[in-house]
């Protein structure tokens, strides 16, 4: 049963990421300067992965005992937040530069993610 919960939203996780990943590839290439199709895509692939790892701890953490939980929850909030401050420090110090158009498309996605994550956490938690 957890195992079809997790694969419903890694699927919806997967259909999120695709939609920002088409509506990236379309709006950048002529729209937006200061990011390139690399960058995005680079970017996109994270929030991806990380995201894909929240869900795991998220569920991992269901299945324990519930005293645990609650530990596994706020540790994948809290790695989350961390892999992605991380992250925009280590881009930072390797282009030297963080454009305004960069910025946005990042905290656009970072928002969008994490409301995601956040909904996905509420609806489990209220079915259980």
Known sequence: MRTSIQLK????LTA??????????V??????SGISRNQFLLTIALYFL??????YLFFKGRSKAPNKSILYTFAAVSAKFLCYLLFIVIYYLVTKNLSTSYLIVFFILYLAFTIFTVL????VLKSS
Do not use: H
């Open 9 to 12: 939203y890694a699927t919806y």
């Open 16 to 25: 999120l990421t695709l939609s920002f990943l088409i509506l990236g590839l």
């Open 27 to 32: 709006f950048i290439p002529g729209k937006i």
């Open 50 to 55: 990380v995201n894909q790892v929240v869900l």
């Open 120 to 123: 996905v956490i509420v609806k």
